[in-house]
C-alpha cells in the first residue's frame, strides 16, 4: 500500500479511500514538493510532513508496545500538531485534540474519559503535560529529536465506522462531552464540499481556529485534498490583516464572525484591502449582515458564506452565499440565513408540542453526517428525536424555513427566557441594542432572579450611560425586554476559538447585578 510521492500521481491507495488521512495522501500525490502548511514563515512541504507523520506513528507504536487504540495531540496550530494529527491517523487511531492552554483539570478529565494511550505534543504542550498528573500515559514529544522507534512503514487502513476523531464540547453537568466523529461521517462532509468548492493547490487557507474546534479540520483537510497549503494566523497578523494576507497569498479565509470586529478596530476593512480572498467562510456563531457586508466590501474578488453545524454532526450542515438578492425579511433579527441544508442530508423542525409540520421550530438533521451517539452514552438522553423510523440529532437551535428551504437563525432554545412573564428572545434585545446610533455590537444574557431573569445587555461602539440607552430602547421594546444594564466594553471577552465567551459575560452580569444590589 505504498503512496507514490510524486506530483504525476494523484491516486490514494484503495484501502485508504474514504479515510481522513486520505485526503492528505491525495494532497501528497498531486503536491509533493508544495506547502502543505506554513508555521511563523517556515514552510513544510507534503512528503515533508509524510515523512514526519510515520516517524511519529513509529514512535507512539515503540513507546505503546503496539498500535494503541487513542492517541491524543497536545498543541495548538503547530507544525508538530498538524503532524502528530496524521500520526494519529496513519495509525488508525481515534485523534483526539488537547489544547495546552486548557485548564489540566479539563485535560485530564479529557485524556481519562477518552481512554488514550498515548499523546503526541508538541513543544507548549510537551510544557504543560506535566501539570495534567497523568505521568502513566506515554508521552512523545514530536519536536524532540531523535525519535524512539522506527517509523511506521506506510499509513493503516480504517473501516468507515471507525472513529476518525473525538472532540470534546462543554456538557451541561460541567464535565466536557466526547462526540465522536467517523471517517465515514468525514468522508460524507467532504464529498459535499468537494462538490459546492473549487479548492485548488494554488490555494492557501487560513487557520483561526484550534485543532479543539471541529472548523479547524475543514481548514486542514480542505486543504490537503486539494493539495493546498494552510497558514494558522498569529493574534498578531491583525494589527496589519491586509499586509499578512497579502504576504502569504491567502486565498480562502474561514473564522468565526467575531474576527470582523477585530478587523474592523484594526482598520482592515477598507474596501478592496482583501482583494486577494476568494472565499470568505464563516461559521461558529451568528454572522450580522452588517457585519458580512463590511467584509465583503474588503475582499470585493471573494464569495462570502456564511455556515453553520454543530459538532455532532460533523461540522457543517448548511451555507448561505452572500447575495444582494436575499429579501429583506430573511435577516431575522439583522442575522444572515444558514442556507439550505446539504442535499444529502435530511432535516425537521420540532415544534415545541413535538409536531413537525411548521416553519419553525427546533433543526434536527439526520443522515451519513450525524455522530452515533456521545463518548459516554449517558449524554445522549434528549440529544435525539425518533420520527418516521428515524433517528434525528436535536441541534437545541430554533429556526425558521421558507418555502424554497432556505433557513434563518432564530437562536438557541434556551435562548428563550422568562421575564416578568414575558418570553423573550435575547437574539431580539440585542438586535435592539446593536440598532441604536454609536453601537457596533451587543450580546445580551439573562441571569436567573427570584422566578424570573434580569436582562444585560454588553455591547461595543461608541460608550455612553445605561439610563440613556434603556431610555432609547424603550420606543420600540416592551419595558420587560429592556435590559436592567448596558454595559459598554471595548471588545468582547473570546475563548480559544475567537468566539464570544457568553460564560464570561453571565459570569461579569451577576457581579454588576449583585453589586448593585448591595448599594442599592
Not at 86 to 114: C, I, K, M, S, T
Not at 296 to 308: I, R
Request: aromatic share 8%; net charge negative.
Amino acid at each position: 500500500m505504498t503512496v507514490q510521492v510524486s506530483q504525476s500521481t494523484a491516486a490514494v491507495p484503495a484501502p485508504l479511500v474514504g479515510s481522513l488521512h486520505g485526503l492528505f495522501l491525495r494532497g501528497l500525490a498531486l503536491s509533493a514538493d508544495r506547502e502543505c502548511f506554513r508555521v511563523d514563515g517556515r514552510g513544510t512541504t507534503y512528503a515533508e510532513a509524510h515523512r514526519a507523520a510515520l516517524a511519529l506513528a513509529g514512535a507512539v507504536t515503540e513507546v505503546c508496545g503496539g498500535i494503541p487504540r487513542t492517541v491524543a495531540v497536545l498543541g495548538s496550530k503547530s507544525g508538530e500538531a498538524y503532524t502528530g494529527l496524521l500520526a494519529a491517523l496513519y495509525l488508525g487511531a481515534r485523534a483526539v485534540p488537547l489544547h495546552p492552554d486548557f485548564p489540566a483539570a479539563r485535560n485530564r478529565a479529557v485524556l481519562e474519559a477518552a481512554e488514550v494511550d498515548a499523546v503526541i505534543a508538541d513543544a507548549r504542550g510537551a510544557a504543560a503535560y506535566g501539570a495534567i498528573g497523568t505521568s502513566d500515559i506515554p508521552l512523545v514529544a514530536a519536536g524532540q529529536l531523535p525519535l524512539p522507534g522506527l517509523p511506521l512503514d506506510e499509513p493503516r487502513a480504517v473501516d468507515p465506522e471507525d472513529t476518525a476523531y473525538i472532540l470534546f464540547t462543554s456538557g451541561s453537568t460541567g464535565r466536557p462531552k466526547g462526540v465522536p466523529t467517523t471517517h465515514r461521517a468525514a468522508d460524507s462532509y467532504f464529498r459535499t464540499l468537494r462538490g459546492r468548492y473549487d479548492f485548488q493547490p494554488g490555494d492557501a487557507f487560513t487557520q483561526t481556529f484550534d485543532l479543539t474546534f471541529d472548523c479547524a479540520m475543514f481548514d486542514l483537510f480542505c486543504a490537503w485534498g486539494a493539495g493546498a497549503r494552510v497558514v494558522p494566523l498569529p493574534m498578531r497578523a491583525y494589527r496589519a490583516l491586509p499586509d499578512f494576507l497579502a504576504e502569504e497569498r491567502i486565498t480562502v479565509w474561514f473564522s468565526t464572525p467575531g474576527a470582523i470586529a477585530l478587523a474592523r478596530r484594526s482598520g482592515a476593512l477598507a474596501p478592496g484591502a482583501l482583494e486577494g480572498l476568494r472565499w470568505s467562510l464563516f461559521a461558529g456563531e451568528p454572522l450580522h449582515r452588517h457585519d458580512a457586508e463590511d467584509w465583503q466590501a474588503a475582499a470585493p474578488h471573494s464569495t462570502v458564506e456564511n455556515l453553520y453545524g454543530p459538532t455532532e454532526l460533523t461540522i457543517t450542515v448548511t451555507a448561505h452565499r452572500l447575495s444582494p438578492a436575499t429579501p429583506e425579511e430573511r435577516y431575522v433579527n439583522g442575522v444572515v440565513p444558514i442556507g439550505p441544508v446539504h442535499a444529502s442530508l435530511d432535516h425537521l423542525l420540532l415544534g415545541p408540542d413535538g409536531s413537525t409540520g411548521g416553519d419553525e421550530g427546533e433543526l434536527c438533521v439526520t443522515g451519513p453526517q450525524m455522530f452515533d451517539g456521545y463518548l459516554d452514552p449517558a449524554e445522549n438522553e434528549g440529544r435525539f428525536h425518533e420520527h418516521a423510523g428515524q433517528r434525528w440529532y436535536r441541534t437545541g437551535d430554533r429556526v425558521r424555513r421558507w418555502p424554497d428551504g432556505e433557513i434563518g437563525y432564530l437562536g438557541r432554545a434556551d435562548d428563550q427566557v422568562q421575564v416578568q412573564g414575558w418570553r423573550v428572545e435575547l437574539s431580539e434585545v440585542s438586535h435592539a441594542v446593536r440598532a441604536l446610533d454609536g453601537v457596533e455590537d451587543a450580546v445580551t444574557v439573562a441571569v436567573p432572579a427570584a422566578r424570573s431573569h434580569e436582562l444585560v445587555a454588553f455591547y461595543t461602539g461608541r460608550p455612553t450611560t445605561s439610563a440613556l440607552l434603556a431610555k432609547e430602547l424603550t420606543a420600540g421594546l416592551p419595558k420587560a425586554m429592556v435590559p436592567r444594564l448596558l454595559v459598554h466594553l471595548a471588545e468582547f471577552p473570546m475563548n480559544a476559538n475567537r468566539k464570544i465567551d457568553r460564560s464570561a459575560l453571565r459570569a461579569r452580569a451577576l457581579t454588576l447585578l449583585d453589586s448593585g444590589r448591595a448599594r442599592s
